[in-house]
């Protein structure tokens, strides 16, 4: 199975890429970072979900909501700016799926991808619903009709281009302690310390992300 940043690398991927950078009007190659880190840690946090039978049973229900249809139409879901309905869908998405940890995610992304997180927020609101759409059609390629073959399927996208480093670091921005200081969270955890360590964490986390994702 091709794995989720393959996808990102394709054809539908740069449509995806491009069309979301016009609709939220940042820069393309701003936008390919921000999803080439984000989409990742998404997937992760529904893998995680999906430990509990409660958080399975809710991921497949919205996993049969997107059916895939909307990766069929993205001329047209990007023509004149995505509209509000797909927006509100993929705000509840991420607030599904990151719960308290969004505002951590977002800000650690946008800090690596130099936009602010407002902007990074848009792009995540816009691409949810996609992401879901991918999901959707791919648990129908693989015949996932229950929520117990959900941890296989995100294990199987995220394992088609995942290290164990890249696992261990998506397990970090997830684990951080949501307070709005995700990068000295994750800083600390990788230095395993704290005090003047952690000022360096925005040049170290740049780095490691950098290495992990093949992002500058």
Do not use: C, W, Y
Not at 129 to 143: A, D, E, H, T
């Amino acid at each position: 199975m091709a794995g989720i940043l393959d996808l990102l690398n394709s054809d539908l991927g740069k449509t995806i890429i491009s069309g979301v950078a016009g609709s939220t009007g940042q820069d393309q190659g701003k936008t390919s970072s921000v999803l080439t880190m984000a989409l990742p840690v998404l997937m992760k946090a529904m893998q995680r979900n999906t430990a509990t039978p409660q958080g399975a049973e809710g991921l497949m229900g919205a996993i049969n909501k997107h059916d895939g249809g909307i990766l069929d139409n993205l001329g047209d879901l990007f023509k004149g700016g995505v509209n509000a309905d797909v927006l509100q869908d993929g705000g509840k998405i991420l607030g599904h799926v990151l719960g308290n940890k969004q505002q951590g995610v977002e800000q650690v992304i946008g800090q690596k991808a130099g936009m602010d997180t407002g902007a990074v927020a848009n792009i995540l609101k816009t691409a949810a619903p996609i992401l879901m759409g991918v999901l959707g059609k791919q648990s129908r390629q693989n015949n996932v009709s229950n929520s117990g073959d959900l941890g296989g399927l995100l294990g199987g996208l995220l394992g088609g281009n995942s290290a164990q480093k890249e696992q261990s670091f998506l397990e970090q921005i997830l684990d951080a302690d949501g307070d709005g200081s995700i990068v000295d969270d994750v800083a600390g955890m990788v230095l395993g310390g704290g005090g003047s360590q952690q000022k360096s964490g925005g040049g170290l986390l740049g780095g490691l992300l950098g290495g992990i994702f093949g992002k500058k």
